[in-house]
């Protein structure tokens, strides 16, 4: 950095942007650990939470996993807005979207990360994007206000942010701290003026991860937990499509899975 005169690292042609003494509590281990899922010390994190293929056991291959979405997908918000120029992607993972202009700031090293950096004290000039996308990230930060007072920072004047978060969901992570209701997001967005609100993912997804964790803890004995989870993922799968009948449904939305909003600065 010419401004301060530190020096960063690059790893695999990625700079590695943090500041050691704000962020002592991540910045000294992001390199040694593959993912985020090798940070799960108490191995908390469920299938849904696992990013990558080649992390997933034979069990996890042959239990269903799609997701019927209700709200807004990624693309669906960048093309309703128009959204023009650069993107941040916070937290976006190994499958960050393949956009031009984009950039997936994370705290792990993954393949399709750009840039390293510690979300709660951005390595971005003030003014920098016309769009923020954060997908259920917020809830494994606990100081996720400190979160939102940067991507406010970062985004230029009339920039958009969409915002999603989990309001009925196990926990599913070691570090996993908060959780939301529509109105409760809009309150910690205060900062920007909200144009749309709803459901990701509905009731039906909760359900089905629920009963299946339920029983998974009632049944000590690992063959017949797999077995009795096996029967009960393909069972309950049905639920995740149910949710297509109540999207219309006001009350619906108090029994999501995930939530969003989206702010305009």
């Given at each position: 950095?010419?401004?301060?005169?530190?020096?960063?690292?690059?790893?695999n042609?990625?700079?590695?942007?943090f500041?050691?003494?704000?962020?002592?509590d991540?910045a000294?281990d992001?390199?040694?650990?593959?993912?985020w899922?090798d940070k799960?010390?108490?191995n908390?994190?469920?299938?849904?939470a696992?990013?990558?293929?080649?992390?997933?056991s034979l069990?996890?291959?042959?239990?269903p996993?799609?997701r019927?979405q209700?709200?807004?997908?990624?693309?669906?918000?960048i093309?309703?807005?128009?959204?023009?120029?650069k993107?941040?992607?916070?937290?976006?993972?190994?499958?960050a979207l393949?956009?031009?202009g984009?950039?997936n700031c994370?705290?792990n090293n993954?393949?399709?990360?750009d840039?390293?950096?510690?979300?709660r004290?951005?390595?971005f000039?003030?003014?920098?994007?016309d769009?923020?996308?954060?997908?259920?990230?917020?809830?494994h930060?606990?100081?996720?206000?400190?979160v939102?007072?940067?991507?406010f920072r970062?985004l230029?004047k009339?920039?958009?942010?969409?915002m999603?978060?989990?309001?009925?969901?196990?926990r599913?992570?070691?570090?996993?701290?908060?959780?939301w209701?529509?109105?409760g997001?809009e309150?910690?967005?205060?900062?920007?003026?909200i144009?749309?609100k709803?459901?990701?993912?509905?009731p039906g997804?909760?359900?089905?991860?629920?009963?299946?964790?339920?029983?998974k803890?009632?049944?000590?004995?690992?063959?017949?937990?797999l077995?009795?989870c096996f029967?009960?993922?393909?069972?309950?799968?049905?639920f995740?499509?149910?949710?297509?009948?109540?999207?219309?449904?006001k009350d619906?939305?108090d029994?999501?899975h995930?939530?969003?909003?989206v702010?305009?600065?």
């Amino acid at each position: 950095c010419k401004k301060c005169k530190i020096n960063y690292p690059l790893i695999n042609k990625v700079p590695i942007l943090f500041d050691k003494d704000f962020s002592k509590d991540i910045a000294g281990d992001n390199i040694t650990f593959n993912s985020w899922e090798d940070k799960d010390i108490e191995n908390k994190t469920f299938k849904v939470a696992q990013h990558s293929s080649n992390k997933k056991s034979l069990y996890q291959l042959i239990t269903p996993n799609y997701r019927y979405q209700l709200g807004p997908r990624y693309m669906d918000f960048i093309k309703k807005y128009n959204i023009q120029g650069k993107i941040l992607e916070l937290g976006g993972g190994p499958n960050a979207l393949n956009h031009p202009g984009l950039v997936n700031c994370d705290i792990n090293n993954y393949e399709t990360v750009d840039v390293v950096g510690d979300g709660r004290k951005l390595p971005f000039k003030d003014n920098t994007f016309d769009g923020i996308i954060c997908n259920s990230v917020l809830e494994h930060i606990f100081e996720y206000d400190e979160v939102i007072n940067e991507c406010f920072r970062v985004l230029k004047k009339n920039g958009l942010i969409f915002m999603n978060v989990p309001q009925l969901c196990a926990r599913h992570h070691t570090y996993d701290y908060h959780r939301w209701t529509i109105v409760g997001l809009e309150k910690d967005l205060s900062k920007f003026r909200i144009i749309d609100k709803g459901i990701i993912l509905g009731p039906g997804m909760f359900i089905h991860h629920f009963v299946t964790a339920f029983f998974k803890s009632l049944t000590p004995f690992k063959l017949i937990n797999l077995s009795i989870c096996f029967i009960l993922e393909w069972l309950f799968f049905i639920f995740r499509f149910l949710d297509f009948f109540g999207k219309k449904n006001k009350d619906y939305e108090d029994f999501a899975h995930t939530i969003y909003v989206v702010g305009k600065k």
